[in-house]
């Protein structure tokens, strides 16, 4: 149904995690037990409170924050000490500005890169730390289709991309691969798909790939319909299934963290191996809809724009 793209910048190796909801061999881990992390900090409340919709919330290495704020159509900066917000990159169809935006990410330089679509014309654009448009390109046309959406989710279009060095990995299904890569100016360089998640080393090369197992993600399984149910989108009726996995990033030492829509996380080690579950909370407990590791290796959470230390 949906897929995650996550990079290890520290590392240069490429996660892709594609779910594909009822595929997987799911066994029971009763041997790790549920830690529980307490938020640290965060975002003060009077500076959340003018977000509509933080879905991405990230760092540049001793930098200022970033904030993604999709139902807002607008991207801000926070300076380092959380005392000041100013808006980057506004709503608008023109070039250096976005509308309907849909996947977000940063670079370690402050550069960062925001899918969205005018029109429903998806596209691409590149911004530098002040907010100045550097470049972008938009994806061949197909038939046009509104955001198919589950609570916070977009299930269609790039609903997901990542700022990999020189290029960019998107998540784009309707392309005929679940991820695909291209260059800054808009050159498709490769793809994939299955669904399992998989580990790449920077020359592209294979590492592993695993199943995603748990006793968590075996309620949603039980909970899984016999038959799909629809959903409309333009006077059309779409087949929709609620996605399992709800975000995913990877820490400074190269493990893998894999929020569940239970509010559990995953995180596998190096070799691909299951070491710990994970809950959150801060208000209460809560299901990361983004994740992002610090040069320090803290963790920024959204919703709620909170900091923790893993």
Known sequence: ?????????????????????GTLGIHTDAALTVEVLQS?????PHIVGRFEEPIGFQQTPGGPYYVFDRRGHTVYAVDSDKTT????????????????????????TGAFVVADAPRGIE?????????????????????????LRVDSFVLNGIASIQYAGDNLLISHPESGALIAEYSRG??????????????????????????????????????LPTRWPTGRVDDRELPLVTPA??????????????????????????????????????????????????????????????????
């Open 1 to 21: 149904m949906t897929l995650w793209l996550v990079i290890s910048n520290m590392r240069l190796q490429l996660f892709v995690i594609l779910l594909t909801v």
């Open 40 to 44: 640290v900090g965060g975002l003060p």
């Open 85 to 108: 917000v100013i808006k980057l990159v506004e709503i608008g169809p023109e070039l250096g500005r976005i509308v309907q935006p849909r996947g977000f990410d940063t670079s370690p």
């Open 123 to 147: 596209r691409v654009q590149i911004f530098g730390a002040g907010g100045l448009r550097l470049g972008g390109f938009t994806l061949p046309a197909r038939q046009r289709t509104a955001a």
């Open 186 to 223: 808009g050159v498709a360089l490769r793809s994939s798909g299955r669904p399992v998640f998989q580990k790449y080393g920077q020359d592209g090369r294979l590492l592993y790939e695993r199943h995603i197992e748990g006793v968590e993600i075996d309620r949603s399984l039980a909970a």
């Open 245 to 310: 996995v709800r975000a995913a990033a990877v820490d400074g030492g190269g493990r893998l963290w894999i929020s569940l829509m239970e509010p559990a996380t995953y995180v596998y080690d190096g070799q691909g191996d299951k070491i710990r579950t994970v809950q959150f909370r801060a208000a209460g407990v809560m299901s990361p809809t983004g994740m992002f590791f610090t040069d320090d290796g803290r963790l920024l959470v959204t919703p709620g724009c909170y900091d923790f230390r893993p």
